[in-house]
Nanobody
C-alpha cells in the first residue's frame, strides 16, 4: 500500500509563507498526476495545485501566482511553496497521488491524512 505523509502545516500570520511537503512511501517516478488539495469546514475539497509526471503544473484559480508546486522524483516528495498567505487559505491541506495503469479504469488514487494550515489576520 502507498502511504502519503504531509508535513509543514502551521499557524502563520497573513502575508507569511509556508512550505508543505508530502513524502511518499515508494518511488514516484511512475506516478502520474500528484498534487495538493485543501478543505475547510463546511466546504468541499478543492484543487490547490497538481504536477504531472512530465513536470507541467496546474493551479486553482485562487492561487494567483502565490503558490509553487514542485516534484522531486529521486526524493519521492511533492512540495508546495506558499507565499503571501491569506486568512482564506486556512484549511487542511491534503497530498494526492495517482498511480496510472495502462487502462484508466485501473488507475489508483491515494490521499494523505492532511496537515493543518491556519493563517491569522
Amino acid at each position: 500500500q502507498v502511504q502519503l505523509v504531509e508535513s509543514g502545516g502551521a499557524l502563520v500570520q497573513a502575508g507569511g509563507s509556508l512550505t508543505l511537503s508530502c513524502a511518499v512511501s515508494r518511488s514516484i517516478s511512475n506516478f502520474g498526476t500528484m498534487g495538493w488539495y485543501r478543505q475547510s469546514p463546511g466546504t468541499q475539497r478543492e484543487l490547490v495545485a497538481t504536477v504531472s509526471r512530465y513536470g507541467s503544473s496546474n493551479y486553482g484559480g485562487f492561487v494567483k501566482g502565490r503558490f509553487t508546486i514542485s516534484r522531486d522524483n529521486p526524493r519521492n516528495t511533492v512540495d508546495l511553496q506558499m507565499n503571501n498567505l491569506k486568512p482564506d487559505d486556512t484549511a487542511v491541506y491534503y497530498c494526492y497521488a495517482k498511480m496510472e495503469a495502462l487502462s484508466p479504469k485501473y488507475d489508483r488514487e491515494f490521499w494523505g491524512l492532511g496537515t493543518q494550515v491556519t493563517v491569522s489576520s
